[in-house]
Nanobody, 115 residues
Framework: VQLQAYGGGSVQAGGSLRLSCVASGFNFEQYIIGWFRQAPGKEREGVSCMDGYDGRTVYADSVKGRFTVSRDYARNTVYLQMNDLKPEDTAAYYC?????????WGRGTQVTVSS
């Protein structure tokens, strides 16, 4: 099982970024893929997730209305579209899945939002 996250960068407040998480080594369409983030000195927190079976999505209150998660089953990729970014969104973003009782994490991608 491998997850690789891409797409981080530096933007000004109000800008947008799209993160990608490419999955391999498991039946991508059968599992929930989640996005977490961790800012310096803070605990890792859940941002969003999407169920592979029914497409159901969940968002943290702090990103509702600004972030959108989606999946491309042909590319085994989950996207996190982030709009109206705020300085408090600055963090390393990670994608994750729970496969057969083991949680797997992709390498983080850094998002920096300047005011």
């Amino acid at each position: 099982v491998q997850l690789q996250a891409y797409g981080g960068g530096s933007v000004q407040a109000g800008g947008s970024l799209r993160l990608s998480c490419v999955a391999s080594g498991f039946n991508f369409e059968q599992y929930i893929i989640g996005w977490f983030r961790q800012a310096p000195g803070k605990e890792r927190e859940g941002v969003s997730c999407m169920d592979g079976y029914d497409g159901r999505t969940v968002y943290a209150d702090s990103v509702k209305g600004r972030f959108t998660v989606s999946r491309d089953y042909a590319r085994n990729t989950v996207y996190l579209q982030m709009n109206d970014l705020k300085p408090e969104d600055t963090a390393a973003y990670y994608c994750t899945t729970l496969w057969k009782g083991t949680r797997f994490w992709g390498r983080g991608t850094q998002v920096t939002v300047s005011s």
